[in-house]
């Protein structure tokens, strides 16, 4: 019995996809256990790599110095300020009493007024 022709290339066709589908099969079942060896050592070349550690030190410098800097300036500058307040008190109280008058102002702080 004869196979007519156009059967005879869907079985061929067939027989082709089939042994596509068995090279794929085993380059994909090793897949997993490259991919973890490709990772383990794409992070031992960068953990290796003078470069990196040089750009996070200077990323993290940077980050640590605006986050210090902002809270560091922020309380020079209300040190500053209440500086500015306490020095103003004091000048009004000179102008009004004098030596005398600023003095028993400090001991009057310091003690709280006993």
């Known amino acids: 019995m004869s196979i007519h022709p156009e059967v005879e290339a869907v079985i061929t066709s067939i027989g082709h996809v089939d042994d596509r589908v068995t090279e794929l099969r085993a380059v ?50 209300s040190l500053v300020s209440r500086l500015g307040w306490i020095l103003l008190v004091i000048v009004a109280v000179w102008m009004v009493g004098g030596p ?15």
């Open 28 to 77: 994909t079942e090793d897949l997993p256990r490259r991919m973890r060896e490709s990772v383990h050592q794409g992070v031992i070349d960068a953990a290796s790599d003078p470069a990196l550690w040089a750009s996070m030190a200077t990323s993290l410098q940077r980050q640590a110095r605006d986050q210090a800097g902002g809270w560091l300036f922020g309380g020079l500058r």
């Open 100 to 114: 005398g008058a600023v003095l028993a102002f400090v001991k009057a702080t310091i003690t709280g007024g006993q």
